[in-house]
């Protein structure tokens, strides 16, 4: 049996605003093997990056983790001071965000932004740290990389830069890398490009990752676990084809319904509604006011987390009368 690398537990990061606390991530738990592929899905709105925010404990402000304990490789994290959890940002937990034109800084060259990294962690010479930054961008399949070391975000395409936000997340072989919908911004084809070289990396380098993404595609193609968020909260967490084919969560079903298939004709359906305002989220099941199969007690008591199976938890009060469709 795998060890277990990241370990999340009853996870509550509150955003203090004026109009209230919004509750975004509230009561989140899941954990991470070795060298294994997590996916954290759920709409805009879910919790999913302010969850990989937390473990990395760079939450912005006004927000804070209010509870809960993140262990990752045997350490608590939440309980080390800042200067011993820089030493492990970057080096041993690195994230891709969705966004490569806003994370790649303007005003440096694509092998500054790397080798700055390198330095700061690995404490090499800058000629030395240069040169492992060519490598990387060689490794991540960027043509010319001494060329494209000394040209700037701006001067690349999408594709190009994703890849360079890959090899800087990569920089010091994280044990750990956080995928924030890393191909949204991406045309089709560099999406394919830019998954398959995440799946190649993480073989080469023995690396975890989690995959943060609404797109149940990418989650089929990638992820061995899936954790599905809902406003904050866990509604289902199994492994990737008990999900795909048993769902037990009526919102897992709603994701599930919407993914195009170019097998077979179906309607697309959409859930109807909004993920709620989570400063005042309704009582009971957040879900219930868009889902089909809510009942009195679904608007009046929060469900608890219920194991189905082994590996396999859902948060409904209806899972045991149900019969959802997979795909």
Known sequence: MAATLLDVKDLRTYFYT??????????????????????????????????????????????????????????????????EMSKIRGAKIAVVFQDPTSSLNPVYTVGEQITEIITYHQGLEKTEALGKTIDLLETVGISEPETRANQYPHQLSGGMKQRIAIARALACEPHLLFADEPTTNLDVTIQAQVLELMKELRRKLGMSLVMITHDMGIVADMTQRVTVLYAGMVAESADTRTIYREPKHPYTEALLQAVPRIDQKKELRVIPGNIPNLIDPPLGCRFHPRCPHAEDICSKVVPLLEEVDQGHSVACHRWRELTLGGI
């Open 18 to 83: 004026e109009a209230g606390v919004v509750k975004a991530v509230d009561g989140i738990s899941f954990s991470l093997e070795t060298e294994s592929c997590h996916g954290l899905v759920g709409e805009s709105g879910s919790g999913k990056t302010v969850t990989a925010l937390s473990v990395l404990r760079v939450v912005p402000v006004p927000g804070r983790v209010a509870g809960g304990k993140i262990t990752f490789e045997g350490t608590s994290l939440l309980d080390l001071p800042e200067q």
